[in-house]
Every structure is written in C-alpha cells, then in structure tokens.
C-alpha cells in the first residue's frame, strides 16, 4: 500500500512539472529539438516539450526560491496522504523487563526490550520507529535514551506476529543527583499515528515481565573509609620532603568517588584542599610538594589534616588526624664527632678530649653542650663551648675530667647538644658510643712512694691513737 501511493505521487508530480503544452507554431516541423537538454514532438496538434532530470531540479529549485507561495500550494495538491484501511489496527507495543529487579543504583547496567505485536496483514503493516524515554528523580520530563529502533513490515514472527527490540547495557542515570522513582516509556510511530506506552491504552499494562510503564527505585549507597589505610608519611618530615597523605575508600556501588583533603594548621584552621576523583577500592595518594601545601615558612609547625569524600549524593566528612611535623630548617652543620683519652689506658681519673666540628654560617653565641652517660651516671653535663658565626667549620672541643670511680670497668656513650637545628633537624647527635673504662679502680701501684706514704700515715694515726688510749685509760 504505502509503495503504490509513492508511484502514483510521482507519476502525478513528474506529470504536472514535466509536461507543459505549446501552441503549434506554423511551418514548425514535427519532431525538431532544441538546445539546453529539452526535445520536442508533436501530438495531435500540441507540441510537448520534455526536460531532463536536471532541468526538473533545476526548475523546482528555481520555483522554490522566486515563488515560494505557489510552490508550497504546489505541494499540496500533489500530497496524497496514506489512509490505512479500516481493519487497520495500531500495534501493540510494551516494555519487556526480564531482569526483574527494581531497585537499582546508577550503575547498575541495565537491558529493557520492546516487546511489539502486529496482527495487521504484512501488505497494511508500515515500519515502526521506536525509541526508549526514561524519566529519573526529580525530572519533570521523559527525555530518549539509547538510538532508534526500527521495526519493517516483514521483520514479524510467522507464528505470533511478534519480535521484539533491545536496548541493553544501558546506564541512563548514571550522573542522577537524586535517588527515588526511574520511569521508563516507549514512543512509537507507525507511519500512521504517534503513540506512547504509558498513555495508549485505557489501563496501565503491568503483567510479570510486561509494562506499558516501566517504574523502577534508583537507590544509592554512601562509600566508606578504610579507617587502616589513613596516614601520612613521614610524620616527621621537611617541608620540601616528598610528604604523602595515604587513604583508601570503597564505594559498593561502583560509583566515582570526589576524595577532599584539608590540611589543617595548628590551631585547626583550613589552610589548603585539594581533590581527586578516584574509583572505588582505588589506593589515593596526595604529594604535598606537588599541591604546594608548605613553604620554608612553616618549617618547625605541626599539621593535622582530614578529609571529605561523597559520590555526588552523600558526602561525608571523617575525623582529624595529626600529621606531619615540620622539622626546623636547618641552621648550623655539624660533623665528626670524636673521643679519646689521655693515653690508651683509659682509665677513669684520666682526661677525656671530646671534639666536634660545627659550621655556623649566621648565629652568634651557639651554645654548645657535653653530655656523657655510664650506668653509674646517666645523661650527665659535663662542659658548654660558645661559639659565633663563621663561615668556616670550627672545632669544638672539651678536654676533661668526665668520670669517677664509681664508673670503672663500665661502658660509656657522649652526645652533643646544641642551641640551634643541625642539617637533620635535630638539636642534638644523639647517642654515640665511647668505648669502655679501664676495670683499674686504684690510681698508684702498691710500690710506689705515695702508697708507702698512706700505709705510713695510717699506722702513725693508729699508733698514736692506741697511746692515747691508753693513756686515757690507766690515769
């Protein structure tokens, strides 16, 4: 049908525009031609004139342009719309959802078909173009979701007269900010009438797997934290240090999740933040030095940090964490620490030399201090050394009586401590060993004249203490 009225419109349109009577011109011989790709014949006392397929374009183009208005009326008298028979019935068309679940997140990949039954004999049936529309939360208005299917006349079961088309794979909401009520619908046109399934019918449709209205719950769920996987590293660390903030947060929806820094300073005030957008499970990891988040300034501050993160429904914000501490800029540099005693002995009444070498390029009045420690006398002062500002490394050095007898036979350790931050952000070397004392607890041998001199002088006083005595008791 829809065929045979495409024929007879054309076999009227190229009639009329391609036809045009003459009156015979006197003399004129029958059958002579023309330039311009036009031939003549005469008929029955007409001469008609026909164009080629050019000269018809390029004339309805020209009538188009010069005499828009006759050419629309043109048009229309060469319209002949298609009227269906009477037993033409409009086909039955419905969504067929087999998965059957109706809550879904926006992630969820999702296949609807159009389930379509014609019963009109194939030589009435037109081709139907169909589109799937979906309505999310909160939307006042279906809009068209996947691409056109296209049903033909003769693409039917012989059996049933049904077939059905698919879109599948789909995830229409995946950008929703709301959850709540997802609708689906489905627009037909067949040649005929446009129809939509969800107003067609008198009743709504809803039968197993089969709706003229597909109504489905978009629901979402929030991520979490991986409370283990939150730290930075180092906690102590310089402000240049390649300082990173360690996370990890799992979405069970699948959805995209926006992670949010905020680096805190000590008094819990916001001093930066910064984003990335990660999917779920994956290991985040924020570079202070690539955010810029410290400057020579904050050297010697302690931070804390947390973080917000969401997936465009929820966010949520997390608790504050300490981290990092700044060390001091350096501002002096120190080096080659060394011990030695008076005399390979080593003993304990023996003067210890202790030496340091410090390049102070800015600081006057540098106090540096000796500490030494044995089991008898942990963390013992022992000496200060000041020194000013040079541009050249000075030693530093204690020459000293540091033990007593009391730390014979012991190991020791000495460290250094000093009124500004070394080149490791310290203000102290820490403890370094210094070997072990000499077990040798008298300082003079047996033989020699200042042990006779003792054993002399302890013998006098008892000798003179026993006549005393005596003396006292006999009187």
């Known amino acids: ?22 009156a015979e011109g006197p003399g004129g011989p029958s059958g002579s031609s023309g330039g311009g790709g036009e031939s003549s014949s005469s008929s029955g ?18 009538w188009k342009q010069d005499d828009p208005s006759n050419y629309e009326y043109l048009k229309k008298l060469l319209h002949i719309p298609f009227v269906p028979p009477k ?31 014609n019963d009109n004999p194939i030589e009435v049936r037109s081709d139907v173009y169909l589109w799937l529309e979906a309505k999310g939360p909160g939307e ?78 978009l629901v ?32 069970t929806d699948g959805d995209m999740i926006n992670v949010t820094i905020h680096v805190l300073d000590d008094q819990k005030g916001e ?12 290991n985040v990891t924020f570079i202070a030095s690539e955010y810029g988040f410290f400057g020579e300034g904050d050297a010697g501050k302690n931070f804390s940090y947390r973080y917000t993160y969401g997936d465009g429904l929820n966010s949520i914000i997390t608790e504050i964490f ?19 005693a008076a005399d390979e002995n080593r003993y304990w009444w023996q003067n210890y030399r202790f030496s340091l070498k410090a390049k102070n390029p800015e600081m006057n009045n540098l106090r540096i201090d000796l500490y030494t420690s044995t089991p008898s006398h942990p963390n013992r002062y022992q000496d200060t050394r000041v020194i000013n500002s040079s541009d050249e490394a000075q030693d530093v050095l204690f020459d000293i009586k540091p033990f007593d007898v009391s730390d014979a036979n012991e190991s020791f350790t000495y460290s250094f401590k000093y009124s500004a931050t070394d080149q490791n952000s310290r203000e102290e070397t820490g403890d370094l060993s210094g070997g072990s004392i000499n077990p040798k607890i008298v300082r003079y041998p047996i033989y020699s004249m200042v042990t006779i001199g003792n054993l002399l002088a302890v013998i006098l006083a008892a000798l003179v203490g026993g006549i005393v005595i005596e003396r006292r008791l006999y009187q």
Do not use: C
């Open 271 to 282: 001093l930066r933040n910064e984003t990335q957008y990660v999917k779920s499970g994956t």
């Open 322 to 340: 300490p981290g990092p501490t700044l060390l001091p800029s350096p501002k002096i540099f120190v080096s080659d620490p060394h011990v030695e």
């Open 140 to 217: 006042e208005e279906f809009t068209r979701v996947g691409s056109q299917r296209v049903i033909l006349a003769n693409e039917y079961s012989e059996k049933n007269n049904v077939t059905t088309r698919d879109w599948s794979g789909m995830t229409p909401f995946v950008d929703s900010k709301a959850i709540g009520n997802a609708t689906f619908r489905i627009w037909f046109n067949d040649m005929h009438s446009t129809y939509y399934t969800d107003t067609m019918y008198s009743n709504p449709y809803n039968r197993g797997e089969y709706h003229s209205l597909l109504e489905l719950d």
């Open 45 to 62: 006392g007409r001469k008609i004139v026909k164009l080629d397929l050019e000269d018809l374009i390029g004339n309805l183009e020209k």
């Open 1 to 22: 049908m829809k065929r045979r009225s495409i024929a007879i419109f054309l076999l009227i349109f190229f009639y009329l525009l391609g036809s045009v009577q003459a």
């Open 220 to 251: 979402n769920s929030p991520p979490e934290v991986d409370e283990g996987s939150i730290g930075v590293e180092p906690a102590r660390a310089r402000y240049n240090d390649p300082i990173r903030y360690l996370s990890r947060f799992v979405d």
């Open 87 to 117: 037993d033409y019935a409009a086909p039955t068309v419905y969504l067929w959802y087999p998965s059957g679940k109706t809550n879904i997140t926006r992630n969820d990949k999702l296949d609807i078909y159009a389930y379509v039954k």
